[in-house]
């Protein structure tokens, strides 16, 4: 896979939660909430301040991490889910 995303954008890939039961109760996928941890796979160059200096990026590749729960993009590659956003979306470092 060959994307590198731009500026301050963050590739993420998400990591589904166990699946729990309790009972016999099943909850279909489409009821089940959208996860907000990830792994980050690839990371933009930084931005550019108003001086036109490049501001690297506080995550890296490898992290782990917490974002809100509608934040990004889902694309879809090579039959893999991934987010993209910008880092401000992201809410902490695991």
Do not use: C, N, W
């Amino acid at each position: 896979m060959k994307i590198r995303p731009l500026a301050d954008r963050v590739l993420i890939v998400p990591e589904e939660e166990e699946e729990k039961r309790k009972g016999s109760i099943v909850i279909p996928d489409t009821a089940k909430e959208k996860p907000q941890e990830g792994k980050v796979i690839a990371v933009g160059e930084g931005r550019l301040s108003e001086k036109g200096e490049r501001i690297p990026l506080d995550v890296k590749k490898g992290d782990r991490v917490l974002f809100g729960k509608y934040s990004g993009t889902e694309i879809e590659i090579d039959g893999d889910t991934y987010l993209i956003m910008h880092e401000s979306d992201i809410l902490a470092t695991i």
